[in-house]
């Protein structure tokens, strides 16, 4: 067998077979907990649904969501859509849910805030953002303060299109896939950036790989070494 290629008799129905004695079942369950409608574990991530399944592509016109996801022969994901909580992690997940009493509606917001959720201790303050094309404002709650107020927040100078966040020796880190060519003198490509969350001053860590402008990149983490490893969809070699 020449290296890195799979065997000639390894056929369609043989990779099949493979696939669905590996499916996850059942792929959602109740879990528990102290609220009214209970929260849904997500056993092993839903990692091998049973075939077919679907879910319709993003295109801006449907309210789309993971539940919605059609897994015709796995009925229990039917119960992912109602959920008011999915859990991935049943241990962890579960530990947080049943310390909490009660739960409120806060705020509604477009599908499009979702991501790069970055919460900064020292200010009770909780980042995140609109995933949409050249989104320069971001999202800020202050959770000292109440009620609590859903404001917009802009770098200096802005970073575009954040859909990665964390946080890590004292700044907010954001992978960000947005970018200008020349908006009022100002060019930005996608890359990682450094916020400081006392100042709002940003600065670019990262934008290119050898000489390639980044394409997208998409969720981020810094290991105790300072080392950040991130995501950029289509930067293959």
């Known amino acids: ?85 999915l859990v991935f992690d049943r241990q962890r997940g579960m530990e947080i849910l049943n310390s909490i009493s009660s739960n409120e509606f806060i705020f509604k917001v477009p599908l499009t805030t979702h991501e790069a959720p970055v919460y900064v201790a020292k200010q009770n303050k909780l980042y995140l953002s609109e995933l949409a094309p050249n989104v320069t404002n971001q ?49 930005r490509r996608p890359g990682i950036f450094k916020v400081d969350p006392d100042t709002n001053k940003s600065e670019a860590v990262l934008n290119n790989y050898f000489g390639w402008y980044l394409n997208s990149p998409d969720d981020l983490f810094v290991d105790p070494s300072g080392d950040i490893w991130f995501t950029d969809p289509g930067l293959c070699f």
């Open 1 to 85: 067998m020449a290296s890195g290629k799979l065997p000639a008799l390894l056929t369609a129905a043989t990779l099949l077979t493979m696939t669905s004695s590996q499916v996850v079942s059942p792929l959602a369950e109740p879990c528990g907990s102290p609220f009214p409608n209970g929260a849904v574990c997500i056993n092993h991530y839903s990692s091998v649904m049973p075939l077919p399944f679907f879910r319709q592509p993003l295109n801006g016109s449907v309210d789309d969501t993971y539940g919605s996801t059609s897994v015709p022969n796995d009925p229990s994901f039917a119960i992912v859509d109602d959920a008011p909580f």
């Open 139 to 187: 999202l800020v709650i202050d959770l000292g303060k109440q009620p609590f107020t859903l404001q917009n927040f802009t770098s200096d100078p802005p970073v575009y299109g954040v859909n990665g966040g964390t946080f890590a020796n004292g700044s907010i880190y954001w992978a960000a896939g947005g970018g200008t060519s020349g908006i009022n003198g100002f060019r």
